[in-house]
């Protein structure tokens, strides 16, 4: 894992999607793999400022995202993917035939499978974008996760919903499942970034660097990923040593 710690979240963005304007300039239908949350949003706006700029397209990218809330509709304001509707596929050329995401309404079971199908025929992501929970969860595969799991439901750890809950009105809204791409499926990306922000992440950063790798700290599995980029600002890289 290579690490890149910069002072703030802003520079820590920027760095990121260096990375990501690289592998879609040298290949126009990359495939990516994108998550939801707080810590992408300055990424995905870098993405959309160059794309109306007209330096990159995503006419022919293609991305999946890895989880989505049971139990809402797509329409749903605080769905995952009306958030990524709003903050970054509507304000780019993206054709939607090309958007992939699991679906957390009607038959669940079929929707895992259907999802897993989906995932094979993309094949490996070109990049797959990452936050973590402060708990260390990658999508939503929460601590004591097999790592052999593909889609499935989870169940969100209290502290999942806690750190959720700024998103909804009252704490009963928060949904308490999850459908969510397995540590398995994640781990076929050929790049992974994973992005932590703000000191609440610090802990997290800290076991991820320093500690084995174990199902009950689902972010361990990426050590044993050939190409993960961990980057953070200097909040959450405030427990470990870095130079
Ligand atoms: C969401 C997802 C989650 C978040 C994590 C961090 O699609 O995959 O694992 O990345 O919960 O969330 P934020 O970025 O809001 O701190």
Redesign the pocket.
Same mark, same amino acid.
């Given at each position: 894992m290579k690490l890149y710690v910069y002072p703030n979240d802003n520079l820590a963005s920027l760095k990121a999607y260096e990375i990501v304007k690289k592998a879609l300039l040298n290949k126009k239908n990359s495939l990516l793999g994108l =998550?939801?949350?707080?810590?992408?949003l300055k990424l995905y706006d870098l993405m959309i400022k160059d794309y109306k700029k007209g330096i990159i397209s995503y006419k022919e990218v293609k991305t999946y995202?890895?989880?989505e809330y049971i139990g809402l509709e797509e329409s749903h304001d605080q769905s995952?993917r009306q958030f990524m509707n709003c903050n970054l596929f509507n304000h780019i050329d993206i054709n939607i035939k090309n958007i992939y995401f699991p679906k957390g309404v009607g038959n669940i079971n079929k929707n895992i499978k259907e999802y897993d199908k989906t995932l094979e025929s993309l094949g490996a992501a070109d990049i797959q974008i990452?936050?973590?929970?402060s708990n260390g969860?990658? =999508?939503?595969n929460e601590p004591g996760t097999s790592f052999d799991l593909k889609t499935h439901v989870t169940n969100l750890s209290p502290s999942?919903i806690k750190?959720n809950s700024r998103f909804f009105l009252r704490r009963d809204q928060v949904p308490t499942s999850a459908i969510t791409m397995g540590i398995k499926s994640i781990l076929k990306a050929k790049k992974i970034i994973l992005l932590a922000f703000g000191e609440n992440?610090s802990n997290a950063i800290k076991k991820l660097l320093e500690e084995e790798v174990t199902e009950d700290f689902p972010a361990s599995a990426l050590k044993d990923h050939p190409d993960v980029i961990i980057i953070c600002d200097s909040d959450a890289a405030k427990k470990i040593k870095y130079n």
């Amino acid at each position: 894992m290579k690490l890149y710690v910069y002072p703030n979240d802003n520079l820590a963005s920027l760095k990121a999607y260096e990375i990501v304007k690289k592998a879609l300039l040298n290949k126009k239908n990359s495939l990516l793999g994108l =998550a939801t949350g707080s810590t992408p949003l300055k990424l995905y706006d870098l993405m959309i400022k160059d794309y109306k700029k007209g330096i990159i397209s995503y006419k022919e990218v293609k991305t999946y995202n890895v989880d989505e809330y049971i139990g809402l509709e797509e329409s749903h304001d605080q769905s995952y993917r009306q958030f990524m509707n709003c903050n970054l596929f509507n304000h780019i050329d993206i054709n939607i035939k090309n958007i992939y995401f699991p679906k957390g309404v009607g038959n669940i079971n079929k929707n895992i499978k259907e999802y897993d199908k989906t995932l094979e025929s993309l094949g490996a992501a070109d990049i797959q974008i990452l936050g973590i929970g402060s708990n260390g969860h990658i =999508a939503f595969n929460e601590p004591g996760t097999s790592f052999d799991l593909k889609t499935h439901v989870t169940n969100l750890s209290p502290s999942t919903i806690k750190d959720n809950s700024r998103f909804f009105l009252r704490r009963d809204q928060v949904p308490t499942s999850a459908i969510t791409m397995g540590i398995k499926s994640i781990l076929k990306a050929k790049k992974i970034i994973l992005l932590a922000f703000g000191e609440n992440k610090s802990n997290a950063i800290k076991k991820l660097l320093e500690e084995e790798v174990t199902e009950d700290f689902p972010a361990s599995a990426l050590k044993d990923h050939p190409d993960v980029i961990i980057i953070c600002d200097s909040d959450a890289a405030k427990k470990i040593k870095y130079n």
